[in-house]
């Protein structure tokens, strides 16, 4: 399965985006999907994981409350809808593909998107 993460792009402080990532090749059904971001210099860090039927969601503490994560199985397609951003939200966002239960941790997740850029003016 590919994954094409696309929604980045620049946005003031209190806007909001939506990120849409897009499977192509096979189907991620039975599969949690998650998104992750890596800023310049840092680790790429968990943001938010969604289970297969929707009922399990993980979301970091840092973007809980303004951050949702949702998933449209017939368009084999994940969405992160973003609102309430920060500057300290800019960064490369990555979708993945993982297992069956929702885990923040990178190695959770075996397929990665090649990233969309989410940048935050202050």
């Known amino acids: 399965v590919q994954l094409q993460a696309s929604g980045g792009g620049l946005v003031q402080a209190g806007g909001s985006l939506r990120l849409s990532c897009a499977a192509s090749g096979s189907t991620f059904r039975g599969y949690v999907m998650g998104w992750f971001r890596q800023a310049p210099g840092k680790e790429r860090e968990f943001v938010a994981a969604?289970?297969?039927?929707?009922?399990?969601?993980k979301y970091a503490d840092s973007v809980k409350g303004r951050f949702t994560i949702s998933r449209d199985s017939a368009k084999n397609t994940v969405y992160l809808q973003m609102n309430m951003l920060r500057p300290e939200d800019t960064a490369v966002y990555y979708c993945?593909?993982?297992?069956?239960?929702?885990?923040?941790?990178?190695?959770?997740?075996?397929?990665w998107g090649q990233g969309t850029q989410v940048t935050v003016s202050s």
């Open positions: 969604i289970s297969w039927s929707g009922i399990s969601i």
């Open positions: 993945a593909k993982g297992a069956v239960v929702p885990s923040t941790a990178r190695n959770g997740y075996d397929t």
